[in-house]
């Protein structure tokens, strides 16, 4: 069992950064890969940043170039650095970890085993 607690998250307006913080503990050596998502009211949840066991990184079209997926394995902590954000960055940030035989990382939702409770970004424009 991985336990995951997000923090970082908060209000700011267009054009403003945001570091997001996911501090994990548990059996992390049972994940081979982790992930930031993201969901919007009325929206589906959409995978954002993804890094592999070997640090490898992708992400989604709409993020790309502005947000930046990072970890700390002394720290057991995932980071992801938002840059120029936008209104459409609105929602709330889920931190995932999990496994899948033959994938190094993935920004689908449904190889993950684990989730945080999540923090809520507000971008203003």
């Known amino acids: 069992q991985v336990q995951l607690v997000e923090s970082g998250g908060g209000s700011v307006e267009a054009g403003g950064s945001l570091r997001l913080t996911c501090v994990i503990s548990?059996?992390?050596?049972?994940?081979?890969?982790m992930g930031w998502f993201r969901q919007a009211p009325g929206k589906e949840r959409e995978g954002v940043a993804a890094i592999g066991h070997d640090g490898s990184t992708d992400y989604s079209d709409s993020v790309k170039g502005r947000f930046t997926i990072s970890r700390d394995v002394a720290k057991n902590a995932l980071y992801l650095q938002m840059t120029s954000l936008k209104s459409e960055d609105t929602g709330m940030y889920y931190c995932a970890a999990g496994r899948a035989r033959g994938l190094v990382r993935t920004l689908s939702a449904r190889f993950y085993n684990d989730w945080g409770q999540g923090t809520q970004v507000t971008v203003s424009s």
């Open positions: 548990g059996a992390t050596t049972s994940r081979d890969f």
